[in-house]
């Protein structure tokens, strides 16, 4: 009944076109049905600010006022500015940034685009849309370029080289144990310095993946070697390009394409900043070469390396991981699945298509982990290890045994107790959407009470939330509150990866069990999650409506990952604010 | 409702409860008789999946235990037997569980339970439990009955199974593992057990679910009577909760309530309760009120693509396609005669179609069919990429007196058209066997397209404007001549 050829039997080759595909089509698509709604129910979906008052338009920007900002943008989207019906003359922008308190919104021009300058008038309401970007059509040759080099094709089939150089090993543990890594790191480090072809490395949560892997690249480089670096984001990229400045002062690092937000860090830290098609490299000498798929998909052909590595490759597609593929013979990826996956937006028939490239290695040939944090203590350690790794991370001793700052005597004394690392804070209500002000109420009384009681600094606590709108009620409650939120991490959990501070407050937002039921999947996400708890090292707080753990979705996937919460929250202690904080509480 | 007997929990409970908690109180404690007959077309489909699992279970050979019809405690004996004798598997075995009194709590029957290596309280051997499905992928809802039936199982043999299985329709095995799973069982069990002990602890709430529900001739007069806030267009559950705590009770409330006082009451967002209270405005009006929107060429000048399914048998039965040229409607269908002609159908109908037009459909039904026909790699020559989903256009585009549930309800509300005059599009499979099907498919494709084509004619090209359509308050639209406005208080 169903065609003959199954997915896991199809080339993966075509799978893989067929994804990037279907995923510029769905943009396209989503882009069109976007700009078919009215306005207000785009404003409902997050995809557009209306009633935006303009007060200033410069030079260098356009200031406008916005009563309400409930949008899902976030620096460095593309936009367009018009009156919400006519996108022909909408005028093509980059979002800055939003102050929640004053209510100015901060656009940005954009300098790729055409045209005249644009005549605006102070005073007139606009309405600010999302402007989509097609970049996935470079990949489609790089995918195609990747399957006919076979030991590329051989790889992604699981028929990869995977054995190691012993003699290689054997120096390179010795030198990593110099290094003062620990078992596990040497072990995974030194197997990826030696490997013939192909290394994965699962580096969980505060396991120190970006030391071992700049360590082991800086060794590298410095006996000769060429490396391209490659990850998904800019921020994973410059990560390890700072650590390995760190290590060593005198090795050539370079950024190439667009350096993103952080090009004066970079230059401060001795990278070289160049563009992608212009990249020339001494001969005989170590250098590390980064850049995100798109900037190395420009480099020029003559350009080869030792080894390809791929940070946080647990986000990263498959044709993103080929571009860099393409540049060495020999790839070390590190990353985890447990943690955030790719970034999809269409709905895939073959969802194995859709798997990151270190998920789908992993498969294959499994990988070296990586088993001590050496960020969160034995409480929350405790928790993150039996809920998402089956009980395999361990807190390493100095961690273990920290503890937040405490005062007793507080209202939230349950909750803050530095011997309770992981707890529910529930407040039951039943919003539908993105946005709960009964959690942000809580969550800004939680913080303020760790900030001015228990001393913790601001800038030791992270707010995370799956939407940006609950982002955005969170930024207010704490503002309102007095607390300076410019030192404060406030962000969705996809901005936070890779960062740790003492506390974390994970606010879920959503607490209508019957919404929850129909978004399955995209709401329950176990990696999610596993982010948004790891990045405490001694009090991780969850904030959330009781509905969360009673819903039941459709999908069966969405049904697992609604189990592992439930599992999750009758684990954890449970302190219940909703007759403060709660829908009853607010009605007078 | 009537006094009901202590009716026990079965896999049925635990299959409903994800679509409508209302339904499963009912199960236990309604009037068995108040239940709407079955149609023609539920027959047919119920008859078919019966088929199709006793077509599976026939093949295996496994022994049935033999029970007098209703003593469910000698049909688990019976089944017992057979489990600790260690037949290789028992079709329709009968798994029972009691309460703390000795009472009948639960009854399961799976399909298939099959003989494993690994001790037991039966032996050397235990069993992991199975069920024939009729659908092309696992669901949640089956996953729960079949964790109930694992759990029974576990009551015999002393050992939960580590995983269970689901035959999907074409024959193919999908593992589930069913210890993943538990937390949702207990939950789910946990709500059962409440239905159970209290007919009130479900309200009905008007959803997708109820159009093919036996009971919503239960249900939905009492939510009329009440002026249940559930019909308003755009409500959840918890959003009628939100809003009643805040005092707003009935859909005329809602209409005459302000969003500023709702958002301070509530912590909504503004511009969703703005939607919700038009919507209930358009109620008490009985009449839609259109929303000013983009123009689109695109809308205005596409073709109107539509494809009727059979979804047991992963089968297109007949394309269709309606677009104006020179001012004179064109209408051409094609109906395939079997799976392997469906895309040479369908190419055949795109050739007719001029080629520089968007193709424009409603739901994801055509959609799902040209990426499963072309999942091998085959061209397509870009179809995909000119299609267009008119459903979110057209529920956005005004807003409506009755819940949009799909494109039934929007013919209904948009045009005061009954949309099953030519048939119901669940019905078509069952046509197959009949000698006219072919007139029968092309006669519901046009009728279907000529409500789709009115829609976008008059929702998104139009403003809706001279509609003339109004709704009864049951949801079924009546015709009148004239203007539809609503007088209505600005928010």
Known sequence: ML?????????????????????????????????????????????????????????????????????????????ALGDGLDFDAAIPLVYGRFDPVSGELRLERD???????????????????????????????????????????????????????????????????????????VEAGASAMATHGLALVQGPP???????????????????????????????????????????????????????????????????????????????????????????????????????????????????????MLLARRWIFVGDHHQLPPVVTADHADPAATRSVFEHLHAHYGAMLLDRSYRMNDGVCDVVGRTFYGGRL??????????????????????????????????DHLQPGHRSGEEAELAGDLVSECVRR?????????????????????????????????RLVVDTVERIQGQEREVVVVSLAAGDPAALDRRGSFFFSPNRLNVALSRARTKAVIVASQGVFLALPMDPEGLRAASIYKTLARSLPQIDFSAVYGPRARVR | MSRPGPKPITGTHLYTLPRCARAVALEFWGDASRRRPLRDDEEFLLARGRAHEANHVATLGWPEPSWPRGDFAAGAAATRDLLVQGAPGVSQGVLVGRDGDGDLEFVGIPDLLRRCDGASALGDHHYVVGDVKSSSRPRGDQILQLSLYALLLELVQGRYPDHGFLVMKDGREQRIDLPAFRPALDDALARVRTLRADRDAARPFFAAACESCRWSELCLPALERDDDLSLVDGMTEGLRTMLEIAGVKTAKGLARATVARLARDTHVESALLRRLIDSARARVASAPQPIERAASADEASGVLLHVLLDGFADRALCFAARWNEGGEPRFVAVCPRSRDEEARAFEALIAQIPADRRLLHHGRALRAWLVRAYADGASHDGIEDRLLDVDRRLRSCANWPAPITGLPALVRAGLGRDPHRAGRSEAVAGWVEHADVEARLVRKARADLDDLHALVERWLCGSGIGSGVTSDAGGVATTEGGIAHAAGEPA
Not at chain 1, 135 to 154: H, M, N, Q, S
Not at chain 1, 241 to 269: C, E, I, Q, S, W
């Open chain 1, 3 to 79: 065609p003959a050829s199954q997915p896991d039997e199809r080339d993966l080759q075509a799978r893989l076109l067929r994804f990037l595909e279907r995923e510029d089509v769905d943009e396209r698509r989503s882009s069109d049905e976007l700009r078919a709604l009215p306005v207000g129910d785009r404003v409902v979906d997050g995809e557009c600010i209306d009633d935006a008052v303009l007060v200033r338009a410069a030079r260098d920007g356009i200031v406008l006022r916005v009563g309400e900002n409930h949008s899902k943008f976030r620096e460095g989207d593309a936009i």
């Open chain 1, 111 to 185: 300098r790729y685009a055409r045209g005249d300058d644009p005549v605006l008038e102070p005073g007139r309401r606009y309405v600010v849309d999302r402007r989509s970007l097609g970049l996935r059509g470079r990949l489609r040759d790089c995918v195609k370029a990747g399957f006919a080099e076979p030991a590329i094709a051989d790889v992604l089939a699981g028929r990869g080289a995977v054995g190691r150089d012993d003699a290689r090993f054997e120096r390179a543990r010795d030198a990593l144990v110099i290094a003062g890594l620990d078992p596990a790191q």
């Open chain 1, 394 to 427: 361990r807190s390493a001793p100095l961690a273990a045994s920290r503890r937040m700052p405490f005062v007793p005597g507080g209202t939230f004394d349950a909750v803050l107790d530095p011997e309770q690392a992981v707890v529910l804070a529930r407040v």
């Open chain 1, 454 to 486: 228990h001393g913790v600094p601001p800038h030791e606590i992270a707010v995370i939330a799956p939407f940006r709108a609950q982002v955005r009620l969170l930024r207010s409650a704490l503002e309102r509150r007095g607390i300076p939120i410019d």
């Open chain 1, 206 to 324: 505060g396991t120190g993946k970006t030391r071992m892997l700049a360590e082991a690249l800086c060794l590298l480089a410095r006996a000769g070697c060429r490396i391209v670096l490659s990850a998904f984001t800019h921020r994973a990229v410059d990560n390890v390009l700072f650590a390995a400045r760190r290590l060593d002062r005198a090795l050539t690092l370079v950024k190439v394409g667009n350096a993103g937000t952080g090009a004066d860090d970079l230059r401060a830290a001795d990278v070289r900043l160049v563009p992608a098609n212009r990249l020339e490299l001494a001969a005989n000498a170590g250098a590390i070469v980064a850049g995100t798929p798109f900037a190395l998909e420009r480099l020029p052909a003559r350009v080869n390396f030792h080894f390809a590595v791929f940070d946080e490759a647990g986000q990263l597609p498959i044709p993103h991981a080929i571009a860099g």
